[in-house]
């Protein structure tokens, strides 16, 4: 049995007349119809069994769109806001969750009352055709919206190093931004911590950078202080998919990875699939593996910026074979 998951970055999916920020910023008629027919089109390419949606703010409109391509199940657990002085004005975003297996349970999670989420995550259990039952996250931390400084780091970067530069952001309020982000990772972190009685897939727009401080408050245990060494809770999907080289050039390396998003010409990636233990291929005692994953990105290779009607994201697909 194969079950495929992917996350999806919709862009600013608000159905006219409603605007997205600012008044003059919203679809057309006709490219809103453009957006629906694009929206449709990228689900049925993706073929994803369960999907986590990201900037939903008609969240009817696209429950609608998922039940009409055989979605039975979906899910929010919050709402847009709009403007009080204009209620066709949204100000915030949610995320979204379709399935075409049974929801059984929605879970609060929680979270330390000195912050609150960006975009309140969706903690779902859902069903699978063997009658296994899985955890699926969805969810989409705070952006840098305001470009306040942040480090980027390399693959070799030292946890320890990595932690020492975002302490020392950190104290001197170099960015705000990051520190609602590690907030957000760490809750989810503890979370996911009291929940690995069950296989988990957690779907996100991070927001962060690959080797990003994020991801270690997501997913290592090192970050708050239960190990001295790494100790992972949670895995990047990406790393434990054998990438096949098909006609490999002799100088060649490895695969990049292929970014999910861009910024003044420049890749990153941000969407990712993070498992637990019970689908890595290391564990002996994993009940599935990951036998694809992808990134859909034609629409970027056209348009780096992305474009309103399609989305400035590529999506991210995993696909686990359950033994």
């Not at 039940?67 to 806001?81: I, Q």
């Not at 980027?152 to 982000?181: C, I, Q, V």
């Not at 809770?233 to 100088?251: K, T």
């Not at 990951?290 to 989305?311: A, C, F, M, R, T």
């Amino acid at each position: 049995m194969k079950i495929r998951f992917a996350t999806y970055n919709l862009f600013q999916f608000v159905q006219p007349p409603y605007s997205w920020y600012t008044k003059k910023d919203k679809f057309s008629a006709f490219k809103w119809i453009e957006k629906i027919e694009w929206v449709k089109n990228q689900i049925i390419l993706l073929d994803a069994d369960i999907i986590a949606f990201q900037e939903v703010f008609s969240k009817d409109v696209l429950e609608n769109l998922c039940k009409e391509l055989g979605y039975e199940y979906f899910l929010t657990v919050d709402d847009a806001k709009l403007k009080d002085e204009n209620s066709r004005i949204y100000t915030s975003m949610t995320v979204a969750l379709a399935s075409r297996f049974p929801i059984t349970k929605v879970h609060k999670i929680k979270k330390d009352k000195k912050f609150t989420f960006s975009r309140v995550p969706i903690k779902a259990q859902i069903k699978l055709p063997n009658d296994q039952e899985i955890i699926v996250y969805a969810a989409h931390l705070k952006s840098n919206r305001t470009n306040e400084f942040e480090y980027l780091f390399k693959k070799d970067d030292t946890f320890e190093h990595k932690k020492e530069l975002t302490d020392k952001a950190l104290e001197e309020g170099f960015s705000n931004s990051l520190k609602l982000r590690l907030q957000e990772a760490s809750s989810l972190f503890s979370d996911v911590k009291e929940s690995l009685d069950l296989p988990i897939v957690l779907m996100c727009d991070l927001n962060d950078k690959e080797f990003s401080m994020t991801i270690d408050a997501l997913s290592n245990k090192a970050y708050h202080k239960s190990r001295k060494n790494s100790s992972y809770i949670l895995y990047d999907a990406y790393y434990l998919f054998d990438q096949i080289i098909e006609n490999p050039h002799p100088e060649q390396k490895e695969i990049k990875r292929v970014s999910t998003s861009y910024y003044q010409g420049h890749g990153n990636i941000l969407d990712y699939i993070f498992i637990s233990k019970h689908f890595n291929k290391n564990n002996k005692n994993a009940i599935a593996e990951i036998s694809s994953y992808e990134v859909h990105d034609k629409h970027l290779q056209d348009n780096q910026n992305g474009d309103i009607v399609k989305s400035d994201h590529a999506q991210v697909v995993c696909e686990l074979e359950f033994k």
